[in-house]
């Protein structure tokens, strides 16, 4: 069973679903990370970054453990190096790629399957596990949104507002599983918020569901 937690780069998902997942005693599931060992595997072997097939041939090939905050991708901890702005833009451009989603997809429905999650991505509500219990859709203004990524990281706010611009219009413009929010999903607007308030809000919309 999991709850979905889907909304563009910077909506602040990965520390409310890591959050929303410890108050609930649920394991935390953190989709993007996949995409983005793939762009590493890719960036490091060579391979085409619009090269459908052998982009697909790699994802399929590829070992990629989540354990918490710990990414291992073929047994080597790539947690820091998948961070790296590079990586993150890659990741954004082999997501486009049909087959490495299907790859990616099918990984994600095998691991909720055995347990209770909170995963987050952009398609978690709407291609991984449309039958979700709960689906929240987590926005921000993009300031702010690029803001609180500055904070985390070190970055410039100006330069990563233009790098997270150009990664929503991909993430939003491509073909195949475009970011958008499911018809089910609660829309929730965190600019101003808090995390703490976010947190209390998804904790007690799972209560309301009796999924906690
Ligand atoms: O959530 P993130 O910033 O770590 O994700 C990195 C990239 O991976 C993002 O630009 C788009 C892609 N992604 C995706 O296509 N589908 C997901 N479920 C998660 C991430």
Known sequence: MVIAIDGPA???KSSVARAVAGALGFTYLDSGAM???????????????DGDA???????????DLDG?????DAREVSEAIR?????????RVSIHPPVREAMV????????????????????????????????????????????AAQTGEDEAAVLAAQLERDERDEGRE??????????????????SLDEVVGRVVELAQERNLA
Not at 35 to 49: H, Q
Not at 69 to 73: A, N, Q
Not at 176 to 193: F, I, P
């Open 10 to 12: 910077g909506a602040g």
């Open 176 to 193: 195949h599983s475009a970011l958008r929010s499911a018809d089910d999903a609660v829309e929730l607007d965190t600019t101003g918020l």
């Open 54 to 64: 052998a982009l697909g041939e790699l994802a399929r090939s590829l070992e990629i």
């Open 69 to 73: 905050d710990c990414v291992r991708l």
């Open 35 to 49: 995409y983005r060992c793939v762009a590493l595997a890719a960036i490091e072997r060579g391979i085409d970054l």
């Open 106 to 149: 099918a990984q994600q429905q095998r691991i909720i399957a055995a347990g209770r999650f909170v995963a987050e991505g952009r398609d978690i509500g709407t291609v991984v596990s449309p039958e979700a219990p709960l689906k929240v859709f987590l926005t921000a203004s993009a300031p702010e949104r690029a803001r609180r990524r």
């Open 84 to 92: 790296e702005p590079r990586v993150t833009e890659a990741s954004s």
